[in-house]
């Protein structure tokens, strides 16, 4: 598939809950690595999200001033739209689904692919309890493949780091 039909896509968010909390930032690029889509998303309903602040280091003031996703939702369907393969880590239990749940039409004829899903096998790792192999950190991918100076959990540096790891993983390579 040509690079520029490739489309890596992640989210930052104020929690995990998809219907309570809101989204906080999305970062698209595509094969290439341009940057399609980055930008602050400001909530509609939160002023506060201290567990997620921590992690992520977005807070009120970064966004006070950002659009909603009401408003950008159609520049991000757009670029969903004429994906032929989406990329992203967890994204079929995480980011789209979400995304969904903002409203934004994530029911895309592209084809996807889940990093995190696919690097937990080559990673692994077996979980008994789950009956499956144990779903690693973006950041333990990142390293697996050589990414250096990686700052996780914003969202364009992630996709950065998730398409990488696609690369390499397509490569057969590691470190």
């Not at 009956?131 to 969202?155: E, Q």
Request: with cysteine; hydrophobic share 35%.
């Amino acid at each position: 598939m040509r690079k520029g039909r490739i489309i890596c896509i992640d989210i930052e968010t104020t929690g995990l809950d998809r219907i309570e909390d809101e989204i906080l930032q999305v970062a698209i690029i595509n094969g290439r690595g341009k940057t399609l889509y980055n930008s602050y998303i400001r909530p509609e309903k939160k002023r506060t999200w201290q567990q997620a602040e921590a992690i992520n280091k977005i807070n009120w003031q970064a966004v006070k001033n950002a659009p909603s996703i009401r408003h950008e939702k159609r520049k991000i369907e757009r670029i969903l739209k004429k994906a032929g393969l989406v990329v992203g880590y967890n994204l079929k239990a995480f980011d789209l689904p979400f995304m969904a749940a903002k409203g934004i039409n994530t029911a895309v004829k592209a084809q996807i692919c889940d990093v995190m899903l696919e690097f937990a096998p080559v990673a692994g790792e077996w979980d008994p309890e789950r009956g499956g192999y144990k779903w690693k950190s973006l950041r333990f991918c990142a390293d697996w493949y050589g990414y250096t100076n990686y700052k996780p959990h914003d969202a364009l540096e992630d996709v950065r780091a998730t398409l990488h790891c696609y690369y390499a993983m397509r490569k057969g390579g590691r470190k």
